[in-house]
Protein backbone atom coordinates (compact mmCIF):
# COMPACT_ATOMS: atom_id res chain seq x y z
CA UNK A 1 0.00 0.00 0.00
CA UNK A 2 2.84 2.30 -0.12
CA UNK A 3 2.43 3.37 -3.53
CA UNK A 4 -1.11 4.12 -2.81
CA UNK A 5 -0.25 6.38 0.19
CA UNK A 6 2.37 8.13 -2.20
CA UNK A 7 0.10 8.74 -4.66
CA UNK A 8 -1.98 10.50 -1.76
CA UNK A 9 0.42 12.18 -0.43
CA UNK A 10 0.69 14.10 -4.05
CA UNK A 11 -3.30 14.79 -4.02
CA UNK A 12 -3.72 11.93 -6.93
CA UNK A 13 -6.59 10.24 -5.07
CA UNK A 14 -7.81 8.33 -8.11
CA UNK A 15 -4.92 6.71 -8.64
CA UNK A 16 -4.15 6.20 -5.12
CA UNK A 17 -8.06 4.57 -4.94
CA UNK A 18 -6.74 2.71 -8.20
CA UNK A 19 -3.97 1.31 -6.68
CA UNK A 20 -5.63 0.05 -3.38
CA UNK A 21 -8.59 -1.52 -5.49
CA UNK A 22 -5.79 -3.58 -7.51
CA UNK A 23 -4.36 -4.70 -3.92
CA UNK A 24 -7.66 -5.65 -2.76
CA UNK A 25 -8.52 -7.92 -5.60
CA UNK A 26 -5.86 -9.91 -4.72
CA UNK A 27 -5.31 -9.50 -0.66
CA UNK A 28 -5.90 -11.82 2.00
CA UNK A 29 -8.48 -11.31 4.18
CA UNK A 30 -6.85 -8.91 6.79
CA UNK A 31 -5.01 -6.89 3.93
CA UNK A 32 -8.13 -6.19 2.72
CA UNK A 33 -9.76 -5.17 5.81
CA UNK A 34 -6.61 -2.41 5.76
CA UNK A 35 -6.81 -1.20 2.05
CA UNK A 36 -11.14 -0.95 2.96
CA UNK A 37 -9.89 1.47 5.84
CA UNK A 38 -7.46 3.74 3.49
CA UNK A 39 -10.07 3.72 0.64
CA UNK A 40 -12.65 5.56 3.56
CA UNK A 41 -10.03 8.00 4.20
CA UNK A 42 -9.60 8.99 0.60
CA UNK A 43 -13.30 9.38 0.64
CA UNK A 44 -13.11 11.49 3.12
CA UNK A 45 -10.45 13.53 1.18
CA UNK A 46 -12.16 13.45 -1.90
CA UNK A 47 -15.40 15.18 -0.33
CA UNK A 48 -13.03 17.74 1.68
CA UNK A 49 -11.62 19.01 -1.55
CA UNK A 50 -14.84 19.22 -2.87
CA UNK A 51 -16.26 21.22 0.23
CA UNK A 52 -12.75 23.35 0.41
CA UNK A 53 -13.95 24.46 -3.33
CA UNK A 54 -17.56 24.74 -2.31
CA UNK A 55 -16.50 27.18 0.48
CA UNK A 56 -14.03 29.05 -1.02
CA UNK A 57 -17.03 29.61 -4.21
CA UNK A 58 -19.04 30.88 -1.10
CA UNK A 59 -16.19 33.39 0.19
CA UNK A 60 -16.00 31.56 2.72
CA UNK A 61 -12.45 31.59 3.80
CA UNK A 62 -11.99 30.98 7.31
CA UNK A 63 -13.78 27.66 7.01
CA UNK A 64 -11.79 26.78 3.81
CA UNK A 65 -8.82 27.12 5.72
CA UNK A 66 -10.07 24.29 8.09
CA UNK A 67 -10.72 22.25 5.45
CA UNK A 68 -7.45 22.67 3.36
CA UNK A 69 -5.41 22.07 6.51
CA UNK A 70 -6.72 19.03 7.31
CA UNK A 71 -5.92 18.52 3.51
CA UNK A 72 -2.59 19.60 3.81
CA UNK A 73 -1.97 16.66 6.59
CA UNK A 74 -2.54 13.81 4.72
CA UNK A 75 -1.73 14.87 1.84
CA UNK A 76 1.10 17.63 2.41
CA UNK A 77 3.09 17.33 -1.48
CA UNK A 78 -0.42 18.21 -3.30
CA UNK A 79 -0.01 21.09 -5.34
CA UNK A 80 -4.16 20.99 -5.74
CA UNK A 81 -4.27 21.98 -2.62
CA UNK A 82 -1.35 24.47 -1.84
CA UNK A 83 -2.91 26.21 -4.90
CA UNK A 84 -6.42 25.95 -2.45
CA UNK A 85 -4.83 26.98 0.54
CA UNK A 86 -3.21 29.93 -1.78
CA UNK A 87 -6.79 31.26 -2.54
CA UNK A 88 -8.03 31.00 1.30
CA UNK A 89 -5.06 33.25 2.11
CA UNK A 90 -5.74 36.22 -0.11
CA UNK A 91 -9.50 35.62 0.97
CA UNK A 92 -8.46 36.52 4.10
CA UNK A 93 -5.89 39.15 3.01
CA UNK A 94 -2.76 36.83 4.03
CA UNK A 95 -1.17 38.41 0.73
CA UNK A 96 2.47 38.06 1.57
CA UNK A 97 1.88 34.86 2.65
CA UNK A 98 0.12 33.68 -0.70
CA UNK A 99 2.60 35.25 -3.09
CA UNK A 100 5.13 33.47 -1.17
CA UNK A 101 3.62 30.34 -1.34
CA UNK A 102 2.20 30.90 -5.21
CA UNK A 103 5.96 31.72 -5.99
CA UNK A 104 7.25 28.17 -5.09
CA UNK A 105 3.99 27.13 -6.74
CA UNK A 106 4.46 29.12 -10.34
CA UNK A 107 8.77 27.77 -10.45
CA UNK A 108 6.68 23.88 -10.42
CA UNK A 109 3.62 24.69 -12.67
CA UNK A 110 4.28 27.84 -14.83
CA UNK A 111 1.39 26.78 -17.08
CA UNK A 112 -0.97 25.67 -14.47
CA UNK A 113 -3.83 29.35 -15.16
CA UNK A 114 -5.26 28.84 -11.62
CA UNK A 115 -1.63 29.56 -10.33
CA UNK A 116 -1.41 32.27 -12.96
CA UNK A 117 -4.27 34.04 -12.11
CA UNK A 118 -3.73 33.76 -8.16
CA UNK A 119 -0.25 35.15 -8.34
CA UNK A 120 -1.49 37.53 -10.19
CA UNK A 121 -3.73 38.72 -7.69
CA UNK A 122 -1.08 38.19 -4.79
CA UNK A 123 0.94 40.64 -6.62
CA UNK A 124 -1.70 43.29 -7.56
CA UNK A 125 -2.80 42.99 -3.57
CA UNK A 126 1.22 43.38 -3.10
CA UNK A 127 1.68 46.46 -4.83
CA UNK A 128 2.79 45.02 -7.88
CA UNK A 129 0.40 46.18 -10.13
CA UNK A 130 2.22 45.84 -13.54
CA UNK A 131 3.71 42.55 -13.16
CA UNK A 132 -0.04 41.41 -11.98
CA UNK A 133 -1.29 42.79 -15.00
CA UNK A 134 1.47 40.57 -17.04
CA UNK A 135 0.13 37.73 -15.36
CA UNK A 136 -3.73 38.30 -15.99
CA UNK A 137 -3.06 38.29 -19.78
CA UNK A 138 -0.65 35.23 -19.99
CA UNK A 139 -3.66 33.55 -18.76
CA UNK A 140 -5.98 34.71 -20.99
CA UNK A 141 -3.46 34.17 -23.95
CA UNK A 142 -3.46 30.71 -22.39
CA UNK A 143 -7.43 30.08 -21.74
CA UNK A 144 -9.08 33.54 -23.67
CA UNK A 145 -12.40 31.72 -21.74
CA UNK A 146 -10.57 32.18 -18.18
CA UNK A 147 -13.49 34.13 -16.58
CA UNK A 148 -11.49 34.87 -13.59
CA UNK A 149 -8.39 36.01 -15.12
CA UNK A 150 -10.59 38.27 -17.40
CA UNK A 151 -12.31 39.68 -14.57
CA UNK A 152 -8.89 40.95 -12.90
CA UNK A 153 -7.35 42.13 -16.17
CA UNK A 154 -10.23 44.42 -16.68
CA UNK A 155 -10.57 45.65 -13.01
CA UNK A 156 -6.70 46.65 -13.25
CA UNK A 157 -7.20 48.07 -16.96
CA UNK A 158 -10.40 50.08 -15.22
CA UNK A 159 -8.57 51.26 -12.36
CA UNK A 160 -5.48 52.23 -14.15
CA UNK A 161 -7.50 54.10 -16.75
CA UNK A 162 -9.65 56.43 -13.96
CA UNK A 163 -6.04 56.90 -12.09
CA UNK A 164 -4.79 58.17 -15.37
CA UNK A 165 -7.15 60.11 -16.51
CA UNK A 166 -7.84 61.94 -13.11
CA UNK A 167 -3.72 62.80 -13.63
CA UNK A 168 -4.56 63.79 -17.00
CA UNK A 169 -7.41 65.98 -15.83
CA UNK A 170 -5.34 67.64 -13.13
CA UNK A 171 -2.76 68.67 -15.60
CA UNK A 172 -5.18 70.34 -17.72
CA UNK A 173 -6.59 71.86 -14.49
CA UNK A 174 -9.55 70.24 -14.22
CA UNK A 175 -9.23 69.85 -9.80
CA UNK A 176 -13.29 68.30 -9.82
CA UNK A 177 -12.64 66.21 -12.96
CA UNK A 178 -9.55 64.68 -11.64
CA UNK A 179 -11.26 64.14 -8.03
CA UNK A 180 -14.42 62.45 -9.41
CA UNK A 181 -12.26 60.26 -11.38
CA UNK A 182 -10.08 59.07 -8.77
CA UNK A 183 -13.28 58.18 -6.59
CA UNK A 184 -14.30 56.46 -9.24
CA UNK A 185 -10.76 54.51 -9.52
CA UNK A 186 -11.56 53.79 -5.82
CA UNK A 187 -14.55 52.31 -6.13
CA UNK A 188 -13.03 49.72 -8.83
CA UNK A 189 -11.68 47.53 -6.24
CA UNK A 190 -12.30 48.20 -2.56
CA UNK A 191 -9.92 44.96 -1.53
CA UNK A 192 -7.00 46.76 -3.25
CA UNK A 193 -5.65 48.62 -0.31
CA UNK A 194 -1.89 49.26 -1.54
CA UNK A 195 -3.68 50.89 -4.61
CA UNK A 196 -6.44 52.78 -3.24
CA UNK A 197 -3.83 54.39 -0.40
CA UNK A 198 -1.64 56.16 -3.93
CA UNK A 199 -5.61 57.05 -5.11
CA UNK A 200 -6.20 58.35 -1.88
CA UNK A 201 -2.77 60.43 -1.99
CA UNK A 202 -3.37 61.48 -5.34
CA UNK A 203 -6.98 62.69 -4.97
CA UNK A 204 -5.83 64.98 -1.94
CA UNK A 205 -2.40 65.92 -3.38
CA UNK A 206 -3.80 67.00 -6.68
CA UNK A 207 -6.45 68.55 -6.01
CA UNK A 208 -5.74 70.39 -2.34
CA UNK A 209 -1.53 70.81 -2.10
CA UNK A 210 -1.80 72.78 0.92
CA UNK A 211 -4.00 69.79 3.03
CA UNK A 212 -1.14 67.26 1.34
CA UNK A 213 0.34 66.36 4.45
CA UNK A 214 -2.45 66.67 7.42
CA UNK A 215 -5.09 65.05 4.99
CA UNK A 216 -3.92 63.03 2.42
CA UNK A 217 -1.46 61.48 4.93
CA UNK A 218 -4.27 60.16 7.23
CA UNK A 219 -6.43 59.15 5.17
CA UNK A 220 -4.17 56.49 3.25
CA UNK A 221 -2.94 55.43 6.73
CA UNK A 222 -6.34 55.31 8.13
CA UNK A 223 -7.30 53.14 4.78
CA UNK A 224 -3.99 50.87 5.20
CA UNK A 225 -5.21 49.99 8.77
CA UNK A 226 -8.54 49.15 8.03
Known amino acids: ?19 LNKISST ?11 EQRILDGLKAKVAKANELLAQAKYTEAMTEIETLLSYCPE ?7 LADAL ?39 VANAL ?16 LAMFKKVRLMES ?24 LAVDPLNEHYNA ?11 PALHCSVACVEANSYLVI
Not at 134 to 149: A, I, V, Y
Request: aromatic share 10%; with cysteine; proline share 2%.
Open 1 to 19: MRAAKCYQNFGEFEKAVEM
Open 27 to 37: APANTRADVAK
Open 78 to 84: SNATRTQ
Open 90 to 128: IGNKKYDQARTLLNNLYNEEKTNITVIVLRGIALLYTGN
Open 134 to 149: KHFQESLRMDPDNKRG
Open 162 to 185: KKEAGNKAFSGGQAQEAIDLYTEA
Open 198 to 208: TLYNNRYSHTF
